[in-house]
């Protein structure tokens, strides 16, 4: 019943945007928090960022530091989506971009933290390359 589908991502040169988008249905988005993901060829998956709920909590923002400056997330909770702009892309950027949905972004950046989220998208992929 609920389904989150990932759109927006791509290839794009280094120093290039590009905005991902979340959309959710059987859930409404507004009571939970929404966190990105993402995982590089290799590698584990990573969080990105979070937003918090703006109804159960503050709506606080939380940003990996590797795209701290560079990487924005939102929520629009009327159309029950949610969106990460990427800006300034690095090829270190490179990887599958995965929103997801929890209950709250409580212990953002510390180990396991992916598994506080219960839904997930299929992921989207972005690449920086020239």
């Known amino acids: 019943q609920v389904q989150l589908v990932e759109s927006g991502g791509g290839s794009v040169q280094p120093g290039g945007s590009l905005r991902l988008s979340c959309a959710a249905s059987?859930?409404?988005?507004?009571?939970?928090?929404i966190g990105w993901f993402r995982q590089a060829p290799g590698k584990e998956r990573d969080g990105v960022s979070c937003?918090?709920?703006?109804?159960?909590?503050?709506?606080?923002?939380y940003y990996a530091d590797s795209v701290k400056g560079r990487f924005t997330i939102s929520r629009g909770d009327a159309e029950n989506k949610a969106y990460l702009e990427l800006k300034t892309l690095k090829p270190a950027d490179t990887a599958v971009y995965y929103c997801?949905?929890?209950?709250?972004?409580?212990?953002?950046?510390?180990?396991?933290?992916?598994?506080?989220?219960?839904?997930w998208g299929q992921g989207s992929m972005v690449t920086v390359s020239e």
């Open positions: 997801a949905v929890g209950a709250y972004c409580l212990g953002f950046g510390s180990r396991g933290f992916h598994n506080h989220f219960e839904y």
């Open positions: 059987g859930l409404n988005l507004e009571y939970y928090a």
């Open positions: 937003i918090s709920s703006p109804s159960s909590r503050d709506g606080s923002t």
